[in-house]
């Protein structure tokens, strides 16, 4: 079955600008979540939607939101960009709900963005 | 604050067996313990994951100590596309109402050597 998909892959985006960034999930998953990974802080925890609801926060300003649609895709926005905002977002998909062996998250491969 | 602990980095050499420890002192009784890896310019990727008994599937084994205070990811025979940065992570279990958050630690960078 298809994995997670980001789109874009790489993006260059100027200080004070805005950047909308699209995760498709797993079919079947409903819960999507979002990660920043950066050389110094590593990988840190944005935000988790589930069924179309935020159900979960991490400690970033609220320059960055997020939303889930109905066929829970999710969108991640990020206004007013900073250069510190440079990073590898990644989304990833799980079910809520035990399958199997697999009880895990799959990762997409992530949108490089840069602020310049 | 990450929950586990790992060493920043190991090494090994190739065809050897790797054991990449583990410890999350404050494991609840109730939570999963995960492990990812992250190879080069990828998303991290699912390995394997546990609750008391240990576990093997294709890509590893997963041993866990019997008071479930550390673990230990068991490579049984290392190559070269092994190295990458091993994630040992916390989760609790499946549900629709509890919060599912992860938290990454630095993790262990395995270097594999030829």
């Known amino acids: 079955k298809a994995g997670v998909t980001q789109t874009p892959r790489y993006l260059i985006k100027t200080r004070g600008q805005q950047v909308t960034l699209s995760c498709s999930p797993i079919?079947?998953?409903?819960?999507v979540s979002w990660y920043q990974q950066t050389p110094g802080q590593g990988l840190q925890f944005l935000f988790e939607?589930?069924?179309?609801?935020?159900?979960n926060k991490g400690n970033f300003p609220g320059r960055f939101s997020g939303r889930q649609f109905s066929n829970s895709r999710s969108e991640m926005n990020v206004s007013t960009l900073e250069l510190g905002d440079s990073a590898l977002y990644l989304c990833?998909?799980?079910?809520?709900?035990?399958?199997?062996?697999?009880?895990?998250?799959?990762f997409g491969s992530g949108t490089r963005l840069t602020v310049v | 604050d990450a929950k586990t602990t790992q060493p920043n980095s190991m090494e090994s050499n190739e065809e050897e067996p790797v054991h990449l420890p583990c410890n999350h002192s404050t494991i609840s009784g109730t939570d999963y313990i995960h492990w990812y890896r992250q190879l080069p310019s990828q998303g991290p990727e699912y390995v394997i994951h546990g609750l008391t008994s240990n576990v093997n599937n294709r890509m590893a084994s997963l041993a866990i100590a019997e008071d479930r205070k550390s673990s230990t990811l068991i490579l049984h025979r290392a190559t070269l596309r092994d190295a990458a940065v091993y994630y040992c992570?916390?989760?609790?279990?499946?549900?629709?109402?509890?919060?599912?958050?992860?938290?990454f630690g630095k993790g262990t960078r395995l270097h594999i050597l030829p």
């Open positions: 079919s079947g998953h409903r819960s």
């Open positions: 992570i916390l989760r609790a279990p499946p549900s629709m109402n509890r919060d599912d958050k992860i938290i």
């Open positions: 939607y589930f069924s179309e609801t935020q159900r």
């Open positions: 990833a998909s799980s079910s809520r709900v035990h399958v199997g062996r697999n009880y895990g998250y799959t």
